[in-house]
C-alpha cells in the first residue's frame, strides 16, 4: 500500500529524498548540476505541496511537490518539482500514483494547467510524463538544467 505525507523541505525525511534526488542528477548529469534547494515554505497549501511517498513495506521510497507559479497562456498554472522515487522501488507505479495525486490537488486548488522542466538524458521520466498526457511546450522558465518543457491541461 502506498501513502501520502505532506511535508516541508526542511523535514528530515524530505530533505533527505531531494539530496538523494539531486545527487542522482548530478551523477548523470552533462556538464554541470546547479540544483537549487527549496525554501522550508516553498510548498505551503493552497499554493504548493510536497508530498513523502510512503510504502507499507519498504519505507520513504520518493516524493514530488507542485508549486503555483504564474499564470500561463490557461488561466492558474502550477508547476511539478522533484518527482523522484528510489531506484529500490522503481516499477512500482509509484511515480504514476504520484503524479495522479500531485494533478489531483493542482486541481483542487484551481490548477487549469500543469508544467515542467526536464533534461533530455531522463528518457524514463519523459515516458512517464508523455503516458500522463504531457506535451511539449516552449520554455517558461530559465532553469540552467533544463532542456525540455512539458505542459498538460488540467481543465
Given at each position: 500500500m502506498i501513502t501520502f505525507r505532506p511535508a516541508s523541505?526542511?523535514?528530515?525525511?524530505?530533505?533527505?529524498?531531494?539530496?538523494?534526488?539531486?545527487?542522482?542528477?548530478a551523477a548523470g548529469?552533462?556538464?554541470e548540476y546547479r540544483p537549487t534547494l527549496p525554501a522550508p515554505d516553498a510548498?505551503?497549501?493552497?499554493?504548493?505541496?510536497?508530498?513523502?511517498?510512503?510504502?507499507?513495506?519498504?519505507?520513504?521510497i520518493g516524493c514530488g511537490a507542485i508549486r503555483r507559479?504564474?499564470?500561463?497562456?490557461?488561466?492558474?498554472r502550477?508547476?511539478?518539482?522533484?518527482?523522484?522515487?528510489?531506484?529500490?522501488?522503481?516499477?512500482?507505479?509509484?511515480?504514476?500514483?504520484?503524479?495522479?495525486?500531485l494533478e489531483?490537488?493542482?486541481?483542487?486548488?484551481?490548477?487549469?494547467e500543469l508544467v515542467l522542466d526536464t533534461h533530455h538524458t531522463l528518457e524514463a521520466a519523459a515516458a512517464l510524463y508523455a503516458g500522463r498526457g504531457f506535451f511539449p511546450i516552449e520554455p517558461y522558465n530559465d532553469n540552467p538544467n533544463a532542456t525540455?518543457?512539458?505542459?498538460?491541461a488540467l481543465a
Open positions: 523541505p526542511g523535514d528530515p525525511d524530505a530533505a533527505e529524498l531531494i539530496r538523494e534526488y539531486f545527487g542522482e542528477r548529469f552533462p556538464g510548498f505551503t497549501p493552497p499554493e504548493g505541496v510536497l508530498l513523502l511517498v510512503e510504502h507499507a513495506e519498504r519505507g520513504l507559479i504564474a499564470d500561463g497562456p490557461l488561466g492558474t502550477f508547476e511539478l518539482k522533484h518527482v523522484y522515487t528510489r531506484p529500490s522501488a522503481r516499477g512500482l507505479g509509484t511515480a504514476r500514483l504520484l503524479l495522479e495525486e489531483r490537488r493542482a486541481r483542487d486548488w484551481g490548477a487549469r525540455r518543457w512539458y505542459g498538460k
